[in-house]
């Protein structure tokens, strides 16, 4: 995720001049992600610049609205963000996806609410 006047096709070092926005699951994201499209020039998360830690979903792209660096996150923390129209999302050749879990215990009948809960979750992460 970029400040909406960035370019959207960043190499490296231009991700490092503007520096990273970090949160809890950051530095895990940036391996995962900048590990497989910048495979050259990314050597690990401690190596990054480091702008800002920001340890509250629905702040984390504050700062990148603000023009001050970078951030990775999932779509979620896109909408979370009051200010989506100041942000932008990079476009790289490869992405990542993680598979959504919906837990229970065994043998345990749920709840009306929690069925309900789960049909809406259900049908909105259906492929089209």
């Not at 970029?2 to 096709?9: E, F, H, R, T, W």
């Not at 991700?15 to 910048?38: K, S, T, Y």
């Not at 610049?49 to 702040?59: A, D, F, K, P, T």
């Amino acid at each position: 995720m970029l400040p909406s006047d960035a370019d959207l096709s960043p190499d490296f070092s231009g991700l490092q001049d503007r520096g990273f926005i970090a949160h809890p699951d950051g530095f895990a994201f940036a391996d995962e992600l900048l590990g497989l499209n910048l495979p050259d020039a990314y050597r690990a998360a401690e190596l990054l610049r480091l702008r800002s830690y920001v340890n509250q979903i629905g702040q984390i792209a504050e700062p990148v609205a603000c023009g001050l660096g970078y951030t990775i996150l999932p779509w979620s923390g896109i909408a979370a963000c009051a200010q989506r129209d100041r942000l932008a999302v990079a476009q790289l050749a490869r992405q990542v996806q993680h598979d959504l879990w919906i837990v229970q215990r065994k043998e345990r009948v749920l709840p009306a609410r929690i069925r309900t809960v789960q049909s809406v979750i259900m049908k909105a992460v259906a492929p089209i």
